[in-house]
């Protein structure tokens, strides 16, 4: 199994885990818009758990797969809330596809983050536009397999994609919600971007920081 990609796949997860408490606060309110105002008090208890199991994996000498599947199922159980089952899956899956064979490449990280995008759908069954995580997720996948066939760096394919991420999350405002929490009082959130994809975006770009030190 391999070590060094595991303690590079723990180490993001403690930039997301950072990401998210910075953000908390503001997550929180933009869920409250029209959602139940959880967002990132979920987020919070979800990546903290994730940061535990993932060091936990490391300690026992895991791969990849390990320190992220280990992390997602930590995530979904204790986030609570439909976010916390969707961020465990996406990162089960992206760990499944990715295995424990180093090094991670473009390719396979670009196969693997499209893997968890096409489980989340399957999971939420939301279609695109119906302002989720989704409308934020796939464009970043397609970012990314951009970035791969144009032979980008690592890096610098992540980093493009997350900036593609944050205009999908910004552009999720004007939408009306279909599905989630945020359906019954739709309407309100029209003028607000939905909190999943604005999580995910912030996250996605953090990590494309600490990708390009
Ligand atoms: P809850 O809605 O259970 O309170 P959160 O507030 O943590 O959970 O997360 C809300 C976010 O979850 C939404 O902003 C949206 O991005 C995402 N979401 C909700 N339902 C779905 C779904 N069916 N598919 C994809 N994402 C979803
Ligand atoms: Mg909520
Ligand atoms: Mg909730």
Redesign the pocket.
């Known amino acids: 199994a391999s070590r060094r990609d595991a303690v590079v796949a723990q180490s993001l997860l403690a930039t997301l885990a950072a990401t998210v408490e910075e953000h908390k606060d503001r997550l929180g309110e933009i ?1 409250a818009v029209a ?2 105002g ?2 990132g008090i ?2 919070s208890r979800g990546s903290r758990a994730a940061v535990e199991a993932a060091e936990t994996a490391v300690a026992a000498g895991g791969g990849v797969r390990s320190v992220l599947s280990t992390a997602g199922a930590a995530f979904g159980d204790r ?6 089952i ?1 961020w465990g899956l996406l990162l089960e899956t992206v760990g499944e596809s990715l295995g424990n064979q180093e090094p991670v490449t473009l390719d396979g990280l670009a196969r693997a983050v499209r893997a968890g995008a096409t489980r ?2 399957a ?4 279609e695109l536009g ?5 409308d934020a997720l796939c464009p970043f996948a397609d970012a990314l397999d951009q970035g791969a066939a144009s032979g980008l760096p690592l890096p610098k394919a992540w980093g493009a994609a997350a900036e593609t991420c944050t205009r999908a999350a910004e552009a999720t405002a004007p939408m009306v919600p279909k ?4 359906r019954p009082l739709a309407e309100r959130s029209v003028g607000t971007p ?4 604005v999580s995910l975006a912030l996250i996605v770009t953090a990590i494309g920081e600490r990708l390009d030190q």
């Open positions: 869920d959602g139940d959880d967002h979920g987020m986030a609570g809330g439909t976010s916390g969707l989340v759908q999971f939420g069954h939301a119906d302002k989720t995580m989704l599905v989630g929490r945020a939905d909190p999943g994809a």
